[in-house]
């Protein structure tokens, strides 16, 4: 089926230290979603990006939906130790409106 | 963003029981709700997809008769786990589709906890 690939796996970092984390496809999509899951919870959406090339600021976030279609990145900046969770990608592959996602990045923040 | 409910969110049953898991949402009509079932630090694994008025598209894999999914109004799908069994045990987590710019997004559930003893 189809895949995204979601890189890093997981990441330890310092509070107050910028994050990146990026998604890529060999499929092109037509949207792309960025969410967060806390322990025990559902998927929080974060930002939605629906146009090749679009960047998108959340308050200390911002993705971009890459110009071929295929990739997406998720920055975070001056993380703190709410940020802390899984962050998952998902696509939507063009004509579709079921959703594929990354295996997701767990993000760990010591202050 | 939308707001989508879940109930119960937490739920223990002996094997052999059916379990009904119910997905809402609050503030709009969703005509395509999704269902998913997630394993420990995995990623999300869709299992169907609910159209409300008509049955439901289940993935390759997923016993349509073993998780029976009724969407029967335009903010409520349910799933129900027939006979669960151990294995069955899992988070279950639905969403439904928002359509912002024209372009279907999915808004998730709280999600609910099984456990079949």
């Known amino acids: ?111 | 963003g939308a707001v989508v409910s879940q109930h119960p969110s937490r739920v223990i049953c002996k094997s052999g029981t059916s379990v009904k898991i119910e997905c809402r949402s609050l503030d709009f009509q969703a005509t395509t709700m999704f269902w998913y079932r997630q394993f420990p630090k995995k990623s999300l694994m869709l299992m169907a997809t609910s159209n409300e008025g008509s049955k439901a598209t289940y993935e390759q894999g997923v016993e349509k008769d073993k998780f029976l999914i009724n969407h029967a109004s335009l903010t409520l799908s349910t799933l129900t786990v027939t006979s669960a069994h151990p294995e069955d045990s899992s988070f279950y987590i639905c969403s439904a589709g928002g359509r912002e710019r024209g372009t279907d997004t999915q808004y998730f559930g709280p999600g609910t906890r099984l456990t079949v003893l």
């Open chain 1, 1 to 111: 089926g189809q895949q995204l690939n979601q890189s890093p796996q997981s990441m330890f970092i310092q509070e107050g230290e910028d994050v990146s984390m990026n998604c890529t496809s060999s499929s092109i999509f037509n949207t792309w979603l960025w969410y967060k899951q806390d322990p025990g919870e559902g998927p929080v959406l974060l930002i939605a990006l629906y146009k090749a090339g679009e960047l998108t600021s959340n308050g200390r976030l911002t993705a971009q939906f890459g110009i071929t279609r295929k990739d997406s990145f998720l920055n975070i900046s001056a993380s703190i130790p709410s940020d802390v969770g899984i962050y998952f990608c998902a696509g939507q592959l063009i004509g579709g409106n079921k959703l594929v996602f990354g295996a997701g990045t767990i993000l760990r923040v010591k202050s």
